[in-house]
């Protein structure tokens, strides 16, 4: 998926994180890394992941594994991520809401994309799994952008690719990182506190307990201020 190409511009975008939004992937992206570094040979803690959940893995390995070539970089990356795949490739851990709500913003006219800072790969695998191939417009992934979040670009590049101005885009994350990308991106911003506090998430202009209390008429009116 690319650039959307239509020829009436939807009057608001929605752009959802994927992990600890669409799909609780915590546990799956914990034993990725686990058994990774198994492989490598060099142990990592629970709380060495916590900490760089979110991240690109272009950050998160020098982190993680220490100084590693471009080329080391780009094998590690790719190993996780068949790992991932491998482990949830049979039942995603989508959330509860998530296919719901996607349903009710296209029939409400909604322009909605993914932006995430995992590979192309994952997010198709989940979207198709969740039966909404035909819904998302948009998909930016670690493979379209350099930098990763809290740097902009991702949600940028979706509102650029969605043909919509930030003002009239809201993003839905679970991640500090992802609050302050969206903000810094011009965007408007829901939290979920899927995995961090609201005091974490406070950035955000609205924080929920769970996706399944986000409604359409949320993100229109925060999309569409008067």
């Known amino acids: 998926m690319g650039r959307a190409r239509t020829t009436e511009v939807p009057p608001f975008g929605v752009i959802f994180d994927m992990d600890g939004v669409l ?23 629970k709380q060495d992941f916590l900490t760089t959940f979110g991240r690109q893995n272009r950050d998160i390995i020098p982190l993680l594994f220490g100084p590693v070539s471009p080329e080391r970089l780009v094998q590690l990356g790719d190993r996780k991520e068949a790992i991932y795949r491998d482990l949830i490739r049979k039942r995603p851990p989508i959330v509860e809401g998530a296919v719901e709500l996607i349903h009710d913003l296209h029939r409400a006219g909604a ?7 995992g ?17 998302v417009m948009v998909i930016v992934s670690s493979n379209d952008v350099s930098r990763g979040k809290p740097d902009p670009q991702v949600f940028q590049v979706a509102c650029d690719w969605l043909g919509l101005p930030p003002r009239n885009c809201v993003v839905i994350e679970d991640a500090p990182s992802g609050v302050a990308a ?43 201020p008067p």
Not at 111 to 117: C, E, F, H, I, T
Not at 193 to 220: F, G, K, N, P, Y
């Open 182 to 224: 969206a903000k810094a991106a011009g965007a408007y911003c829901v939290a979920v506190m899927m995995h961090h506090s609201r005091e974490a998430l406070s950035a955000a202009d609205i924080v929920v307990d769970r996706l399944a209390d986000i409604t359409v008429t949320m993100l229109r009116e925060l999309a569409r």
């Open 23 to 45: 799909v609780d992937s915590a546990d799956a992206h914990w034993r990725s890394w686990e058994l990774l570094s198994v492989e490598v040979g060099r142990p990592v803690s």
């Open 119 to 135: 590979p192309r790969a994952n997010i198709e695998l989940v979207i198709a799994a969740m039966g909404l191939s035909d819904r």
């Open 111 to 117: 322009a909605l994309a993914v932006g995430s800072s």
